[in-house]
Nanobody, 122 residues
């Protein structure tokens, strides 16, 4: 599956952004999807994941209560709505996929998108 992320940008602390990741190539509903992020000088880390149907979601502690992952299988797209953004959320955000599974670690991921920059100013 090919993944194309978009929606990043510059936002003030406390603001919101919605990231999108459009998938193509194979049956989107066969893929568990996730968002990871990587800040400068840090390792890539898990942010949120969603199962094939969208009925189950999973979040890193840093994202709980502020971020919401969702998917629209008819549009082959997964979203990450980020509210109450903090400067420490600044990173490149990557969408990720795993066929018939839910990627929650870097080693789980089988396909990566190209990343979209999110910058939160204080």
């Amino acid at each position: 599956v090919q993944l194309q992320a978009s929606g990043g940008g510059l936002v003030q602390a406390g603001g919101s952004l919605r990231l999108s990741c459009a998938a193509s190539g194979r049956t989107f509903s066969s893929y568990g999807m996730a968002w990871f992020r990587q800040a400068p000088g840090k390792e890539r880390e898990f942010v949120a994941a969603i199962n094939l149907s969208g009925g189950n979601t999973y979040y890193a502690d840093s994202a709980k209560g502020r971020f919401t992952i969702s998917r629209d299988n008819a549009k082959n797209t997964v979203y990450l709505l980020m509210n109450s953004l903090k400067p420490e959320d600044t990173a490149v955000y990557y969408c990720a996929a795993r066929v018939l599974g839910i990627p929650k670690t870097v080693s789980d991921v089988r396909s990566w998108g190209q990343g979209t920059q999110v910058t939160v100013s204080s």
